[in-house]
């Protein structure tokens, strides 16, 4: 049965400042080499007709660092496919259609974001919906993809905020 998560952080800067972040590919690259995973790529950021921005990657880690909560469910490496699709900035907040599954492996995440005006900088809230098609064992993987989730959420936010600052 899949799980519901709400999750928020707030940013240093502005909804202007974190969404130009966003839509700069040194960013990603920077963002991606920050991620801790043993492999990760950009693998498509374009901009469609109506100025929404596409963003896809893709995350590995090696099997041996994987937890035994997930290697119950999936051998070898496991790789991370991720697709935001970011609307442009309306009335000081924008949003996005967030997607993440493991090739090879029954798990999916489907979500949207919020990014919006807070002082002193913006927030930034989730809700996703993970879902582990595996008996008995799926529910524990829901919760565990949900904490890791939550700490990448921080993670991702503390990495925005320090590049901001560094690249105004």
Known sequence: MPRSFDMATEYGGTVEQVHRAFSD???????LGDSGA?????DAMMRD???NLHIKTTQTLRANR??????????GDLSLIREEIWTPISDRRASAVVRGSIP?????????????????????TVAATIEVRVPLLGGKIENF?????????????RFTTV?????R
């Open 38 to 42: 043993d492999h990760a790529s950009l």
């Open 163 to 167: 590049w901001i600052t560094g690249n």
């Open 25 to 31: 590919e040194e960013y990603w690259l920077a963002r």
């Open 66 to 75: 994987l937890p035994a909560v997930v290697t119950q469910f999936h051998r």
């Open 104 to 124: 090879g492996a029954p798990a999916n995440l489907t979500g949207e974001a919020v990014l919006k005006a807070a002082e002193p900088g913006s927030q930034m």
């Open 49 to 51: 007709a109506a100025g």
């Open 145 to 157: 993809i949900g904490r890791q989730l939550a700490d990448l959420l921080t993670a991702e936010q």
